[in-house]
């Protein structure tokens, strides 16, 4: 019983310990050329072509004077999952990527913005969206945030200080799920089966 006791609050202790020691990064300037976070190498930018499939979004913060959104496409139809402008901003799930897209509402407000793409570059033309995958567990603006979750930041189109702080918004991929993989296993083993039984 004692030894039970002891180990309770030890891991209490240790847990605690590393709560207090867990740095919770301000949103102003956390994407910007000189943020700590990039410096320390917490996140890093991201190097692939495309994101795909289905994933969980978090708003983390923002720090724009223009009302800027994250919104869905689908079949003509719009619909807003983060405003900047608005202080009840909840987790959105299961979204197909490929369907959202950012817009400056104050300035742009017919120009959208793919966010599964880094943008490519062109003289004089800014990147508007910049996509940073998280390398360690990290907290920004009081939002925990785990290894491997993709970090967004938009820049106000137009905007000068290139900190894409405007509206920054954090995703992970969801995964299949176990049944899907079971199946999907099973398939292959047929083909391997019915490929066995040509030859």
Partial sequence: MKTGIKVFVVGLFMLLAGQAQATDYRIDGILSSDSSILTSGAVTSWQGTQLSGLFDFVYVGSEAGDENILFELVDSTSTTIFNNKDDSNLPANNLDIGTLYLKDLTR?????????????????????????????????????????????????????????DDLVFAARAVPLPGAAILFGSGLLGLVGLRRRQIV
């Fill in 108 to 164: 742009s407000s017919s120009t959208q913005y793919a966010i599964n793409i880094w943008p490519t570059s062109q003289a004089g033309v800014l990147e508007p969206v910049h996509i940073y995958q998280l390398n360690t567990a990290v907290m920004i603006n009081e939002v925990s945030l785990s290894a491997g979750m993709f970090l967004f930041g938009f820049e106000d189109p137009g905007g000068d200080d290139l900190d894409y």
